[in-house]
Antibody, heavy 121, light 110 residues
Framework: EVQLVESGGGLVQPGRSLRISCTAS????????MSWVRQAPGKGLEWVGF??????????EYAASVKGRFTISRDDSKSIAYLQMNSLKTEDTAVYYC????????????WGQGTLVTVSS | EIVLTQSPGTLSLSPGERATLSCRAS???????LAWYQQKPDQAPRLLIY???SRATGIPDRFSGSGSGTDFTLTISRLEPEDFAVYYC???????????FGQGTKLEIK
């Protein structure tokens, strides 16, 4: 059974940093691209960024709203994806979901339960 | 950047009725790159449809997707009580935002 479990969310002050993690199980993690999607309270879904599998270079892409502030990385030996968030703003407050991309397909076939990040002074 | 506009914003129907949800793109989208998700309160979204018309694993056949170009539709043939939720369409494209979502349609019990 595919499982994605996020951790590391919490309350952080504006301008500070936070790293959240996504621990995967039930599939060969290294074979898949992984994305982060967020949802502000009461709002819709917003794609944050993704990291390709090592077979496709392990490169990353980001939404314009987080580019230069957020960094996605992966540790295939541990089946973990990370989202490093720097220079956090109040508008980054959201539930952050870890998602698995379909096999070479542009959709999200599995989602974690999400972790809440609150940016507030 | 492609913008997806979903309509209606809220749809009020009764169990057993047919639901038709629309997703319109600001420019043409490859059908291969159009997906639909369902989200219930306090839950993560769930993939329903990918490639505009293919059902994801375990999705009942009362859910169907159709469309091409700029107009896509999610149809639920006979609503079950568990179908009342928010539905999002999503497309994959090029920069600046490789994935974009529609704003969602809330399907509520009438």
């Amino acid at each position: 059974e595919v499982q994605l479990v996020e951790s590391g969310g919490g309350l952080v002050q504006p301008g500070r940093s936070l790293r959240i993690s996504c621990t995967a199980s039930g599939f060969t993690f290294g074979d898949y691209a992984m994305s982060w999607v967020r949802q502000a309270p009461g709002k819709g879904l917003e794609w944050v960024g993704f990291i390709r599998s090592k077979a496709y270079g392990g490169t990353t892409e980001y939404a314009a709203s987080v580019k230069g502030r957020f960094t996605i990385s992966r540790d295939d030996s541990k089946s973990i994806a990370y989202l490093q968030m720097n220079s956090l703003k109040t508008e980054d407050t959201a539930v952050y979901y870890c998602t698995r991309e379909g096999w070479l397909q542009p959709y999200f076939d599995y989602w974690g339960q999400g972790t809440l990040v609150t940016v507030s002074s | 950047e492609i913008v997806l506009t979903q309509s209606p914003g809220t749809l009020s129907l009764s169990p057993g009725e047919r639901a038709t949800l629309s997703c319109r793109a600001s420019q043409s989208v490859s059908s291969r790159f159009l997906a639909w998700y369902q989200q219930k309160p306090d839950q993560a979204p769930r993939l329903l449809i990918y490639g505009a018309s293919s059902r994801a694993t375990g999705i009942p056949d009362r859910f169907s997707g159709s469309g091409s170009g700029t107009d896509f539709t999610l149809t639920i043939s006979r609503l079950e009580p568990e179908d009342f939720a928010v539905y999002y369409c999503q497309q994959y494209g090029s920069s600046p935002s490789m994935y974009t979502f529609g704003q969602g349609t809330k399907l509520e019990i009438k």
